[in-house]
């Protein structure tokens, strides 16, 4: 499969998560968020409006709406840096009982690999999962491949809380 196609590695539609390109770093965690429809409403609401990433210390721009084929500006910003982070959404889940999306990285980004962020139902609970797909990135971002996998555990962490925190109160 070429890096341009729109094909989902992370395959945030289904529950079970099988196949992946080999080379890359596979990852997925979940959490859980709460119990309820007004948790799921609001969780799956925030989820396709980059609410993981902006909750989570990111700037995202336009921070309208997931779609596919969007190719957003996305901004880390570690130790008072800017760091920008092209991406391009390759699938957007919105089902009664799985809403999420993923993303591809684009040449220009510290990493290359795939994300996805679903809110799932598991009877009344609610959970995030969280799937990644990473590589070393091109260019000079080569180099900085074992920083870059640190600063992706923190990003993790953050990821894991970003939903959980609010959907609590």
């Given at each position: 499969m070429a890096d341009g196609e729109r094909v989902s590695w992370t395959n945030?539609?289904?529950a079970?998560?099988?196949?992946?390109?080999?080379?890359f770093r596979r990852w997925e965690t979940s959490t859980r968020l709460g119990d309820g429809p007004a948790v799921w409403d609001w969780a799956s609401t925030e989820v396709l409006r980059w609410g993981v990433k902006t909750r989570s210390g990111f700037t995202v721009s336009p921070a309208a709406a997931v779609r596919t084929g969007d190719r957003p500006v996305i901004m880390a910003h570690p130790f008072g840096l800017s760091v920008r982070e092209p991406v391009?959404?390759?699938a957007v889940v919105d089902a009664s009982d799985r809403v999420g999306f993923a993303y591809r990285t684009l040449p220009g980004h510290p990493v290359t690999g795939e994300e996805a962020f679903v809110v799932h139902r598991d009877g009344d609970s609610v959970l995030l999962t969280i799937r990644s797909l990473t590589r070393?990135?091109?260019?000079?971002?080569?180099?900085?491949?074992?920083?870059l996998l640190l600063a992706?555990?923190?990003?993790?962490?953050?990821?894991?809380?970003?939903?959980r925190v609010?959907?609590?109160r």
């Amino acid at each position: 499969m070429a890096d341009g196609e729109r094909v989902s590695w992370t395959n945030p539609a289904s529950a079970q998560w099988r196949e992946h390109p080999e080379g890359f770093r596979r990852w997925e965690t979940s959490t859980r968020l709460g119990d309820g429809p007004a948790v799921w409403d609001w969780a799956s609401t925030e989820v396709l409006r980059w609410g993981v990433k902006t909750r989570s210390g990111f700037t995202v721009s336009p921070a309208a709406a997931v779609r596919t084929g969007d190719r957003p500006v996305i901004m880390a910003h570690p130790f008072g840096l800017s760091v920008r982070e092209p991406v391009e959404v390759v699938a957007v889940v919105d089902a009664s009982d799985r809403v999420g999306f993923a993303y591809r990285t684009l040449p220009g980004h510290p990493v290359t690999g795939e994300e996805a962020f679903v809110v799932h139902r598991d009877g009344d609970s609610v959970l995030l999962t969280i799937r990644s797909l990473t590589r070393p990135g091109r260019g000079h971002w080569r180099v900085m491949y074992p920083v870059l996998l640190l600063a992706q555990a923190v990003a993790r962490r953050r990821y894991l809380r970003a939903l959980r925190v609010r959907a609590a109160r």
